[in-house]
């Protein structure tokens, strides 16, 4: 099993930064890539960002050049930095584990929304 936190989520004025954190602890060696997904009100949950255990990260067109995905193994965290923020991007945000076996493991979630 796979446990995870995610903190960092807020309200934030158009334009504005924040950064998304994600705790893992349990049996991390078996997970082979960490996501970021998030859901707005009434969407269903899309992927935003990813990153495997080689380092190689993938983004939703969405949010290309202003999003950033990374991994702390020391710390066992998952970050999304987020900058250039938009209405649109308002959502709860996931941080989600994919391991062997076809194992996946989701946070609780944390909102974020932005507007003036």
């Known amino acids: 099993q796979v446990q995870l936190v995610e903190s960092g989520g807020g309200l934030v004025q158009p334009g504005g930064s924040l950064r998304l954190s994600c705790a893992a602890s349990?049996?991390?060696?078996?997970?082979?890539?960490w996501n970021w997904y998030r859901q707005a009100p009434g969407k269903e949950r899309g992927l935003v960002a990813s990153?495997?255990?080689?380092?190689?990260?993938h983004y939703a067109d969405s949010v290309k050049g202003r999003f950033a995905i990374s991994r702390d193994n020391a710390k066992n965290t998952m970050y999304l930095q987020m900058n250039g923020l938009k209405p649109e991007d308002t959502a709860d945000y996931y941080c989600?584990?994919?391991?062997?076996?076809?194992?996946?493991?989701w946070g609780q979630g944390t909102q974020v929304t932005v507007s003036s």
């Open positions: 990153i495997g255990s080689g380092g190689q990260t």
């Open positions: 989600n584990a994919l391991g062997t076996y076809h194992s996946s493991y």
């Open positions: 349990g049996n991390i060696f078996n997970v082979n890539t």
